[in-house]
């Protein structure tokens, strides 16, 4: 997505962050640009992850690496998009989860905690924790998904109609933004906002929620249903990829990806077509790449058990 406004250094950021801190109220964040280079047809369109690792997140930038996070532990896995191969960037720890993940172009990953109710900032290069953001202090919450968009990083909480957003590259407090308008929050227990990309004025954000798209003013907070135009809702709706005006939503447990043409207000959303293959096990989230899309296998169906095998999966656009 275009960036609107200059990114904060990396050196900024940690010259400001010498302390990991839970509750922490500072960070740098921003939206990772997908590659523009097309990723050669040798590179391979599937590879492992760790056995037991209960991926949910993926995320890429400029550079051919593919960041995937762990459900189990909190960990970071990191691989080689050339040749499949990867590594463990960052160990978590027993009782934390990273979901959703976004790879800013400074380097610095924004990660969300799950049950914790956390943002976390880690060092792409190194896998060290820069800082913890407590976002919630909310008894039962799930931050999944976050966009950088802007001056911010902006995180779903999947059970409180709720946006997060934590500045980056400078001190301040987390921004709550309440959902209102024509949002349907979903009853306790059941998980609502999801997924979310900017629209391609960037003036709002576009969020799923239980099958529908909402168009989310990120002044005022008032969500507008998105018009679907050849398709009546987007079940299941997980991680959003943004390309132009073009919106795939990864609709996980369906195992399929729906392509829809958003208007220039992202008014409307209308079916383009949709996207398949045998290898989707329950994918959540996609990242880019090139004329490639990467996602990861959560596997849901499964048995989530340290033996599990998981995988990473790629599909041409």
Not at 178 to 202: F, H, I, R
Request: overall charge positive; some cysteine; hydrophobic content about 40%.
């Amino acid at each position: 997505m275009t960036r609107n406004h200059p990114q904060p250094s990396r050196r900024t950021f940690l010259g400001g962050t010498a302390l990991a801190t839970v509750g922490l109220a500072t960070a740098g964040v921003g939206t990772a640009s997908a590659a523009t280079r097309t990723a050669k047809v040798t590179w391979p369109t599937e590879f492992p992850l760790p056995d037991g690792w209960l991926p949910e997140g993926i995320t890429i930038g400029r550079a051919p690496y593919a960041y995937m996070g762990s459900r189990a532990n909190g960990g970071i896995y990191r691989t080689d998009l050339r040749t499949g191969e990867g590594k463990v960037l960052h160990a978590g720890a027993t009782g934390l989860a990273a979901v959703g993940l976004k790879l800013d172009s400074d380097g610095l990953l924004y990660v969300c905690g799950g049950a914790g109710g956390t943002a976390k900032v880690i060092d792409s290069r190194t896998g060290r924790l820069l800082a913890t953001h407590q976002l919630t202090q909310n008894a039962a919450p799930f931050i999944n998904d976050v966009v950088l968009h802007k001056d911010r990083a902006w995180f779903t909480d999947s059970r409180d109609a709720v946006l997060y957003g934590v500045l980056r590259g400078r001190s301040g407090a987390v921004r709550a933004l309440p959902l209102s308008g024509e949002w349907v929050q979903q009853p306790a227990g059941v998980n609502s906002a999801n997924g979310l990309v900017a629209t391609p004025d960037g003036r709002g954000l576009i969020v799923v929620n239980a099958g529908q798209l909402y168009n989310v003013n990120l002044s005022t907070g008032y969500a507008t249903k998105i018009a679907l135009s050849g398709g009546e809702n987007v079940a299941n709706g997980d991680g959003l990829v943004r390309i132009g005006r073009t919106l795939y939503v990864v609709q996980n447990r369906l195992n399929l990806i729906s392509v829809w043409d958003l208007d220039a207000k992202a008014a409307t959303a209308t079916l383009r077509s949709t996207i398949t293959d045998p290898r989707f096990d329950v994918s959540t989230t996609a990242a880019r790449y090139g004329n490639r899309l990467y996602l990861v296998n959560a596997r849901f169906t499964s048995p989530q058990t340290p033996e599990t095998t998981f995988t990473g999966v790629a599909v041409s656009l």
